[in-house]
Nanobody, 120 residues
Framework: QVQLVESGGGLVQAGGSLRLSCAAS????????MGWYRQAPGKQRELVAT???????NYADSVKGRFTISRDNAKNTVYLQIDSLKPEDTAVYYC??????????????WGQGTQVTVSS
């Protein structure tokens, strides 16, 4: 019902910035919360940031003050602005969308992921 495609990852030096994008398609009118997760090699996938349809945001403590999540509902796109990158930010970043389907309930979709690599 909802498909997600991430973009914007790459190789950046420590202290640099990246802007990740996630474009949603399908039943986008039903999307409530969107978010970003990341997974480093040998680590479990962890929450980075979320944003509700009303604009309320939530961040992991490790990224507060450096990462900013935003969304453009008209473009069905969520963004993650990453500043002051650290080597420990290196991971595959995944976009997700939580939405409601009648007779199913709460449903989640995931993007394919985009690699962020930070060199020291």
């Amino acid at each position: 019902q909802v498909q997600l495609v991430e973009s914007g990852g790459g190789l950046v030096q420590a202290g640099g910035s990246l802007r990740l994008s996630c474009a949603a398609s399908g039943s986008t009118f039903s999307i409530n919360t969107m978010g970003w997760y990341r997974q480093a090699p040998g680590k479990q996938r962890e929450l980075v940031a979320t944003i509700t349809s009303g604009g309320r945001t939530n961040y992991a403590d490790s990224v507060k003050g450096r990462f900013t999540i935003s969304r453009d509902n008209a473009k069905n796109t969520v963004y993650l602005q990453i500043d002051s990158l650290k080597p420990e930010d290196t991971a595959v970043y995944y976009c997700n969308a939580d939405y409601w389907l009648l007779q199913v309930g709460s449903t989640r979709s995931w993007g394919q992921g985009t690699q962020v690599t930070v060199s020291s």
